[in-house]
T-cell receptor, first 113, second 114 residues
Framework: KNQVEQSPQSLIILEGKNCTLQ??????????LRWYKQDTGRGPVSLTIMTFSENTKSNGRYTATLDADTKQSSLHITASQLSDSASYIC????????????FGKGTTLSVSS | NAGVTQTPKFQVLKTGQSMTLQCAQD?????MYWYRQDPGMGLRLIYY???????DKGEVPNGYNVSRLNKREFSLRLESAAPSQTSVYFC?????????????FGPGTRLTVT
């Protein structure tokens, strides 16, 4: 069964600290992997999209990594800010046909001052 | 550009009532989607429309109907609401349904069925 598992479920860090969120997937065939940020009460907003051949992709203070062999991805947030408090969702696109996006349950990040 | 807009933002229904959730996008996208998000679960696709005039079922279509009114608008209808349909509903759009196309999400409609 195609699944996307994220860890930890929730995380609390101090402002200015770094953190890393994990995503493991069993989706096959794999097309791409996306990280979304979802602020409370808002819709998800894309941070990165990574294809099979991409190992690392950055978007400002957000850096995503992908290991397609082990089917693992991580999202590293550098120098966290209060505005980084949100849910971060890992999403894997299955195959080429249709629209199958497999969503993880998300990691809830709280950044405190 | 407003992007993807949804109305209403909040709604409370009694079991058995009907309602339509509205979605519109101003990005000239061909494809539109309806998702639901439940606590402790990832987003799940209800229905999608690859292009104007076409609609297809997603993972959880039971209890819902959709209408692609035109290229801009895609509505979701609950004919007889049930408590199990209490959820947050998100509309999204993309240029096409292909794997490399980004999906842009609306702000969501929070629906409670009592």
């Amino acid at each position: 069964k195609n699944q996307v598992e994220q860890s930890p479920q929730s995380l609390i860090i101090l402002e200015g600290k770094n953190c890393t969120l994990q995503c493991n997937y069993t989706v096959s065939p794999f097309s791409n992997l996306r990280w979304y940020k979802q602020d409370t009460g808002r819709g998800p907003v894309s941070l990165t999209i990574m294809t099979f051949s991409e190992n690392t992709k950055s978007n400002g203070r957000y850096t995503a990594t992908l290991d397609a062999d082990t089917k693992q991805s991580s999202l590293h947030i550098t120098a966290s800010q209060l505005s980084d408090s949100a849910s971060y969702i890992c999403v894997v696109r299955e195959g080429q046909a249709g629209t199958a996006l497999i969503f993880g349950k998300g990691t809830t990040l709280s950044v405190s001052s | 550009n407003a992007g993807v807009t949804q109305t209403p933002k909040f709604q409370v229904l009694k079991t058995g009532q009907s309602m339509t959730l509205q979605c519109a996008q101003d990005m000239n996208h061909n494809s539109m989607y309806w998702y639901r998000q439940d606590p402790g679960m990832g987003l799940r696709l209800i229905y999608y429309s690859a292009s104007e005039g076409t609609t297809d079922k997603g993972e959880v279509p039971n209890g819902y109907n959709v209408s692609r009114l035109n290229k801009r608008e895609f509505s979701l209808r609950l004919e007889s609401a049930a408590p199990s349909q209490t959820s947050v509903y998100f509309c999204a759009s993309s240029v096409q349904t292909g794997p490399s196309y980004e999906q842009y999400f609306g702000p969501g409609t929070r629906l409670t069925v009592t």
